[in-house]
């Protein structure tokens, strides 16, 4: 009973530690907060049913990730799930400390729904490069062993995807 216990214990510990992180990657890569909602449920099931098959307690987080886009690739995979790139749900709220900062923070979140916007508009590799950094804060080389790719390649996805961004944005903006 003891091992049982032991289990669900650092369970909840690596829950607490990666859940929003997971849940903030497979959002920005889905834009449905439903599908993030089931596809992170499913990646801590899946942790804790394999939990005893991860020897090496530093590596949880890259499990997690590829767990997590693996989970998001399946869903892709599906017909009915072709539109998740289209649709742009965001379920950041507006915190509002004073009065004096609420035209900052109406500004802030119209920022950061346009951004999600055009980030929608390119290619699905620079996204997930740019939301893993980004959102994620995943280090190049974390980004390169969960993607299977050179260091370098990560580098210029994500310069792509700034600069892709930066473009559509200004265009918008002027």
Do not use: C
């Amino acid at each position: 009973m003891k091992e049982k216990e032991s289990q669900i214990v650092e369970f909840t510990i690596l829950f607490n530690k990666y859940k929003k992180r997971i849940y903030n990657y497979a959002l920005k890569m889905l834009n449905d907060q439903m599908q993030a909602d089931d596809t992170v449920q499913n990646v801590f099931i899946k942790l804790f049913e394999n939990l005893s098959n991860i020897h090496n307690k530093q590596s949880v987080q890259y499990w997690l990730f590829k767990t997590t886009r693996n989970e998001i690739l399946g869903l892709f995979r599906k017909p009915a799930n072709k539109k998740l790139y289209k649709n742009s749900t965001d379920i950041e709220e507006i915190e509002i400390e004073s009065d004096s900062y609420v035209a900052e923070e109406i500004e802030n979140k119209e920022l950061s729904d346009l951004i999600l916007t055009e980030l929608n508009q390119i290619n699905a590799d620079f996204k997930e490069v740019f939301v893993m950094r980004e959102y994620s804060g995943l280090s190049y080389k974390e980004i390169a062993a969960l993607l299977e790719i050179d260091e370098e390649l990560v580098k210029s996805r994500l310069f792509k995807a700034r600069q892709k961004l930066a473009n559509r944005i200004s265009k918008l903006v002027k």
